[in-house]
């Protein structure tokens, strides 16, 4: 039996094809059989039998199933053979041969002897030999034709049949070839399609527009590859037609039409898979390109309607009516603005609306959902037009109502100057008297078109537009209308009388001074308030109302020119209030164009192309917190001027509401220098050009940038004016505070300026505390510590510095000069050393120049003469620096006092039975006693450096030359014993308690660090002794007569044992605190070296004691230059949660 024929190709075995040793020649038989020939091949018996077979499989595969199943006819050519190889060809071929067989025909050799022998042989064995099929021995070419036609015979065999092995292998190689390629394309194609048809559409554009490029991409590759193999088989196509072509009475064989006929079909077949695939792709890609356009209307819908809300959620603020014409003017052109601004927005939506009929013609898969979408936006752009055209007739109503108010309120300023403006002699006469009063008629005339008629009428007629506001300020204006015409019929009144009857001349004699020094404007009852809500603001305004009638009637019934003088001023101040308004509002709105016309544009996507890589990401550098500065002028402080615009002389109150936010210009001129720097480097951009043009601005950025800085000193001098109009009225004070406060706020601004130019500090500058002083001085130093002749030559030679007095430290630091230009040629400050406030004292007053002061540290350890450029330079350093010291003390105090309290309440009762009989009593005592003390530190806190009473006596003191203040020092655990141990020059800190009272933390670091030593001082002696104290001149120690025990903390001079508990011994040199009396003459005290406490009778205290100062007593001295010294000692330390302190070879 046959085995299973495995389909081959001609690439598979293309190796054994060429051998040769059998091939399809193309010839047939005369009833069509396929003659499959195999030639002389010497070496047929050495082929394997997997080649063989593989051959004949393939080749009876070719012909067609109709021409197979005839059979086939081989044609065995051994002319040049051997018998044997006969013999074993034959068995081979009959046992190999796979298909069916109609006939064998052998050429046998030709030679005479083997031509015998295989006569004979065959004879004899032709059982052997006998297959399904005759077997005819041939002997020559001739005898083979007799069977075969010789058109069907290669040449070889004598025939005239075309026929070549290596073209028929090409061939065969091709079309088996394109043939795969065909059913691969079939193949992929259907894959393809099964892929399109089963993709789901995707929900945003951006996935539709990728999932449609790559469809594309794809199907523009299988197109190639159809194209490719068209080009293909119409390759193969030719070549087998080709002879035809040239030849036209070439007639091909029947293998040559066979191969013909097999790649037509399969062209055939490529082409009807590339129609189906082209009318499925259409289909397809209609699809994706409808649900790209849907998404793409999905997302243009989110877009507009979001844009829309945004556009009408603005237009909804547009509420506001105004408050004067200028105001609506105002807001009508931003109204024109935004207007104009939408345009757009509504645009885009009218032209999304109108894509429905588009979407409908084309038969859209989704037009359902969009038909409602168009409609929705054709709502909203019809709602935002008419609601524009709606609030612009609300303006422009309201824009009419002002004018009318403003005129009317215009005509009665000119009756009130008209009235102010006649001189009171000349209306004393007749002729005076009559010529004012044409003057008067004349003016009255003009009002028919000026002043309100019927309140009523404008309330009917307005009503739409009256809020209360509004409605308040129409009352106000017709009120004042009617003031006006009152004050005309009373001038009216009383000219008529003149004019009518002048018995005598009248000398006009002008009130004595002395009956106005108080305010024609203020009432006795009212009192200055310092609130800033609408309520007090209204009582405050209606109570000068009713003074201002009363001393207007006044003045009127004296008939003086006091009266004229207060209107011609009032005058004068309306017109400053209105300056200071309008420039107000020009200053909003230029603020406004710079965030909307540049800030702004610098996050617009449609500008970036201009924008220099350089320049992105550095508008917060740019503009500061400029748009911070807007909002506060555009929604407070313009709507709170605007509220005084009737009481000009009040509006000091509204600076005063708002000074705190004023602070935030010290930020932005902070930022002045690097803006400028930017601005210089970039000002030639072409964004900024670009800008320019469409703000139609002939000023360039720059000039808009400094608007803030010019601003906030322009309120300066608005405000002094106001003042010079405005003294003897009742907003006189709060304008002059008003005008103190932003003095100050220039000033910050100006020391901040100086301060963010100190270079070479490593701390934080903001951890100093508040900077109160900045200045440059000459300052010499005079230090203990050093060679001498190096403290000569400091004497001698002044250095030049500049100070920074911040509340806790003081900076000394030298002034560069810098080139540059604007903001970079200002000076730079090069940081040299500091000094702890904390560990401060000053004396006032240095012999020999009234402009030198001395600044000095660490007991005088460290002095520094500051000779400033003015006394009055002096004083104000001086006073400042006393007020910082003064606030230590007192903070340091109240603090050690504080904690002795708690500590005190906190300790058990006394351990005798005596002493726990009568806890009320001890309490009554030490209450007593703080109370006491407390009055103490706040008698302390009035003056710069007061004696102190030592013993409960008051010691007076005397007139000092050198008036010296304390230096506070904050200590931490040390031994005071150590010469080298002194309190670190620049330990500050941060901290929201008093100077650091939870201890000291993140010291800063100095350039003097070498000279420092890593101890604390202890400051349990006054270490700000003045310059007679420390030369000896005075002793401040306890006057005569017993030592008297208080609470508080002691250093022992002299060992004890004896305690009333055992375990409790106290060593000389220890620190101990007495923290209360009990009875029987014992203290309750406690040893702060070692932790432990014990009750001690006070005899024994004395002893151990001796001298030493309480930590919480103050020393007073007087020398004999009667300097007086304010000091403290160990409590500040104790009151910084220093819990235990040890101490030795402390002398009292």
């Known amino acids: 039996m046959h085995q299973d024929i495995i389909p081959l190709y001609a690439a598979d075995i293309q190796d054994q094809l060429k051998k040769q040793f059998a091939y399809l020649s193309g010839g047939r038989g005369g009833d069509g059989c396929p003659v499959i020939t195999f030639p002389d091949y010497p070496a047929f018996s050495e082929i394997p039998e997997k080649e063989f077979q593989n051959v004949l499989t393939y080749l009876t595969s070719i012909p067609s199933l109709r021409d197979a199943g005839i059979g086939f006819i081989l044609v065995i050519d051994r002319r040049q053979d051997k018998w044997t190889s006969v013999k074993a060809s034959i068995l081979r071929i009959a046992a190999s041969f796979p298909g069916n067989l109609q006939l064998v025909l052998v050429l046998r050799p030709t030679g005479f002897f083997h031509r015998a022998l295989s006569d004979i042989a065959f004879r004899i064995n032709k059982d052997e030999l006998r297959m399904k099929v005759p077997i005819i021995m041939l002997g020559s070419v001739s005898e083979l034709q007799g069977y075969i036609d010789k058109t069907q015979l290669t040449e070889d065999l004598g025939g005239t049949l075309d026929y070549c092995h290596n073209r028929w292998l090409s061939r065969r190689t091709a079309i088996e070839g394109f043939a795969q390629k065909v059913k691969q394309t079939a193949q992929i194609l259907q894959s393809f399609g099964t892929e399109l048809a089963e993709t789901e559409l995707p929900n945003d554009v951006q996935s539709t527009s990728s999932l449609l490029a790559t469809h594309t991409e794809k199907k523009d590759k299988m197109k190639e590859d159809i194209r490719v193999a068209v080009e293909q088989g119409d390759d193969i196509l030719g070549s ?25 079909r399969l062209l055939a077949q490529l082409h009807e898979t590339e129609t189906a695939f082209d009318e499925f792709w259409i289909k397809h890609q209609q699809k994706l390109e409808q649900c790209l356009r849907l998404r793409n209307f999905e997302q243009n819908f989110r877009e507009v309607k979001a844009a829309l809300d945004i556009v009408s959620e603005r237009l909804s603020a547009f509420t506001d009516v105004g408050n004067s014409s200028s105001h609506v003017e105002h807001i009508l052109k931003d109204l024109a603005n935004f207007e104009e601004k939408s345009c757009e927005t509504v645009a885009k939506a009218r032209m999304l609306a109108s894509e429905r ?80 009063l044409q003057e008067i008629e004349k003016f009255l005339d ?74 024609p404007c203020s009432s006795p009852g ?81 500008m970036a ?53 004023f602070q935030i210009y010290e930020k932005y001129c902070q930022n002045k220098p690097r803006s ?26 720059d000039s808009y940038l400094l608007k803030p800085v010019q601003r906030i000193t322009k309120y300066q001098l608005l405000l002094k004016e106001m003042l010079k109009y405005s003294k003897n009225c009742e907003g006189a004070e709060d304008l002059q505070e008003a005008l103190t406060s932003i003095l100050g706020i220039l000033k910050a601004v100006n020391d901040s300026m100086h301060q963010i130019a100190i270079t070479g500090y ?125 606030s230590q003390l007192q903070a340091c105090r109240e603090a050690s006092q504080h904690r002795t309290l708690e500590q005190t309440q906190s300790l058990p009762l006394p351990l005798p039975a005596s002493s726990c009989a009568s806890p009320s009593r001890n309490h009554i005592r030490n209450t007593k006693k703080m109370e006491e003390k407390k009055a103490d530190l706040e008698g302390c806190g009035s003056t710069v450096a007061p004696k102190y009473p030592e013993k409960g006596k008051e010691t007076p003191s005397s007139s000092a030359k050198s008036q010296t203040l304390p230096m506070i020092l904050l200590t931490g655990p040390a031994s005071p ?172």
């Not at 070439?250 to 006929?261: A, P, R, V």
């Not at 209107?567 to 300056?579: D, G, K, S, W, Y």
């Open 357 to 436: 009929d588009a979407f409908i013609q084309s038969n859209h898969y989704a037009v359902d959902s969009i038909i409602p979408k168009c409609s929705e936006l054709h709502h909203l752009c019809d709602a935002f037009t008419s609601e524009t055209e709606r609030r612009r007739n609300h303006l422009n109503k309201s824009l009419e109502l002002h004018d009318l108010l403003e005129k009317s309120m215009k005509w009665c300023d000119e009756g009130i100057y008209l009235l102010a403006s006649q001189p009171v002699d000349k209306c004393q006469s007749q002729d005076g008297a009559e010529s004012a």
């Open 446 to 519: 003009t009002g028919a078109g000026n002043k309100i008629k019927e309140l009523n009428k404008i309330y009917r007629e307005y009503a739409h537009i009256l809020n209360e506001d509004l409605k308040e300020h129409v009352q106000k204006v017709f009120q004042k209308q009617e003031s006006m015409e009152e004050m005309f019929q009373k001038r009216q009144v009383s000219l008529k009388k003149l004019a009518a009857k002048q018995t005598r001349p009248v000398q006009p004699v002008a009130p004595r001074p002395e009956a106005f020094v108080k305010s």
């Open 977 to 1148: 014993t150590s010469p080298d141990k002194k309190a670190k020059r620049h330990e500050v800190v941060s901290d929201p308690t008093p100077f650091g009272l939870r201890g000291w933390a993140k010291p800063s670091h100095s350039l003097d660090a070498s000279e420092e030593n890593d101890g604390w001082s202890s400051a349990e002696e006054p270490l700000n002794s003045s310059d007679a104290e420390e030369e000896g001149g005075g002793g401040g120690g306890v006057g005569g007569g017993e030592m008297k025990l208080t609470p508080g903390k002691y250093t022992v001079v002299t060992d004890y044992d004896k305690g009333v508990s055992e375990e409790f011994t106290v060593k000389s040199g220890e620190l101990v605190q007495l923290i209360r009396e009990g009875e029987d003459g014992l203290w309750f005290v406690k040893n702060l070296s070692t932790g432990r406490e014990g009750w001690i009778p006070a005899s024994n205290l004395l002893t151990l004691i001796g001298n030493s100062k309480s930590a919480q007593s103050l020393s007073s001295s007087e020398s004999g230059t009667a300097s007086s010294t304010l000091s403290t000692s160990s409590s500040c330390s104790e009151s910084c949660n220093v819990s235990s302190t040890s101490f030795s070879d402390i002398k009292g």
């Open 762 to 886: 490593d701390g934080n500058l903001n951890e100093l505390g508040k900077l109160l002083m900045q200045g440059s001085f000459n300052v010499w130093t005079d230090h203990k510590k050093g060679h001498t002749k190096v403290k000569d030559l400091a004497r001698f030679k002044p250095m030049q510095r500049h100070l920074f007095l911040h509340e806790k430290a003081v900076l000394f630091c030298k002034k560069r000069e810098e080139n540059g230009e604007g903001y970079e040629k200002a000076p730079s400050y090069s940081y040299k050393h500091s000094l702890n406030m904390a560990a401060v004292g000053i004396t006032e007053n240095v012999k020999g120049d009234a402009k030198k002061f001395e600044i000095w540290y660490n007991a005088r350890e460290e002095v520094y003469i500051i000779q400033a450029p003015t006394p009055e330079v002096k004083a104000t350093w001086v006073n400042e620096i006393r007020k910082v010291l003064t």
């Open 240 to 264: 087998i037609t080709k002879p035809v072509t040239e030849n036209p009475e070439y007639k091909l064989n029947q293998d040559q039409l066979d191969n013909q006929t097999t790649v037509e």
């Open 526 to 606: 009212l009192q200055r308030e310092y609130g800033s809500n609408s309520e007090s603001s209204a009582l405050r305004r209606a109570n000068y109302r009713k003074g201002k009638s009363e001393m207007t009637e006044l003045h009127q019934s004296r008939g003086g020119s006091t009266m004229d003088d207060e209107e011609n001023l009032a005058v004068l101040r309306q017109h400053v209030m209105n300056e200071l308004i309008e420039t107000e509002r020009a200053y909003v709105e230029e603020l406004l164009c710079v965030l909307e016309g540049y800030a702004a544009e610098m996050d617009n996507p449609l």
């Open 609 to 661: 192309h201009l924008i220099s890589p350089e320049l992105q990401n550095k508008k917060d550098i740019l503009f500061g917190n400029m748009e911070e500065i807007y909002h506060f002028h555009n929604r407070i402080f313009l709507r709170e001027l605007e509220t005084y615009v009737e009481y000009p002389e009040l509006v000091g109150r509204c600076f005063l509401d708002q000074m705190e936010d």
């Open 676 to 701: 400028e720097s930017l601005w210089r480097q970039f000002s030639d951009s072409v964004f900024f050009q670009e800008c320019q043009r469409k703000l139609d601005h002939k000023l360039s950025l």
